[in-house]
């Protein structure tokens, strides 16, 4: 099974500032033959259910703002909030669907500072 | 607008069984992979089984492989889960998920509300 492993578990970030969480899986999700990378993100806001915000590591679904982006291939990947909005407070995760078991991220909370 | 209601989360004794099921509107049902993601209370998100859209496969979990089975009714529009040999640690929100491709290997992109089960005597 492909471990997903977030960092940090929690985090404290300023309005207006830079939010950065990163993903580590277990072992590579980018699949060779199409060169991409089987990770998504996920916003879960209080008393929600989660939200899909980016996948193939990179692309933003639709309507998600453009102050959120995603990077990262191979087994490390970094989900960035480039300027904190209130209405960012949430728990985010990652998930892998490249290979099932298709797991997720143990998740990493997101506060206001 | 993609809507995924579920419903059959109930209080269940350890042991016992339950069936969830979810209707879906707003899409082509039989073209896209479905699944079921269960999340306990104040913890984090545990895929538990797709139903791929396309040739019919399944997966789950290893926490729920041969007590948990899950299908789809396309002419219903319904994805279900039948839960059986229910245990203390199944006890969760389960959500249901539309992936935004045929194949197992979609990211989901809708999600239901959710539906509470309660495994305890």
């Known amino acids: 099974d492909i471990v997903m492993t977030q960092s940090p578990d929690s985090l404290a970030v300023s309005l207006g500032e830079r939010a950065t969480i990163n993903c580590k899986s277990s072992q590579s999700v980018l699949y060779s033959s199409n060169n991409k990378n089987y990770l998504a993100w996920y916003q879960q806001r209080p008393g929600q259910p989660p939200k899909l915000l980016i996948y193939w590591a990179s692309t933003r679904d639709s309507g998600v703002p453009d102050r959120f982006s995603g990077s990262g291939s191979g087994t490390d990947f970094t989900l960035t909030i480039s300027s904190l909005q209130a209405e960012d407070v949430a728990v985010y995760y990652c998930q892998q669907y490249y290979s099932s078991p298709y797991t997720f991220g143990q998740g990493t909370k997101l506060e206001i500072k | ?121």
Do not use: H
Request: hydrophobic letters at 30%; aromatic letters at 12%.
């Open chain 2, 1 to 121: 607008e993609v809507q995924l209601l579920e419903s059959g989360g109930d209080l269940v004794q350890p042991g016992g069984s339950l069936r969830l099921s979810c209707a879906a509107s707003g899409f082509t049902f039989s073209s896209y992979a479905m699944s079921w993601v269960r999340q306990a209370p104040g913890k984090g998100l545990e895929w538990v089984s797709t139903f791929s859209g396309s040739g019919g496969s399944t997966y789950y979990a290893d926490s729920v492989k041969g007590r948990f089975t899950i299908s789809r009714d396309n002419s219903k529009n319904t994805l279900y889960l039948q839960m059986n040999s229910l245990r203390a640690e199944d006890t969760a929100v389960y959500y249901c998920t539309k992936g935004d491709g045929s194949g197992s290997y979609s990211p989901s992109d809708y999600w239901g509300q959710g539906t509470l089960v309660t495994v305890s005597s």
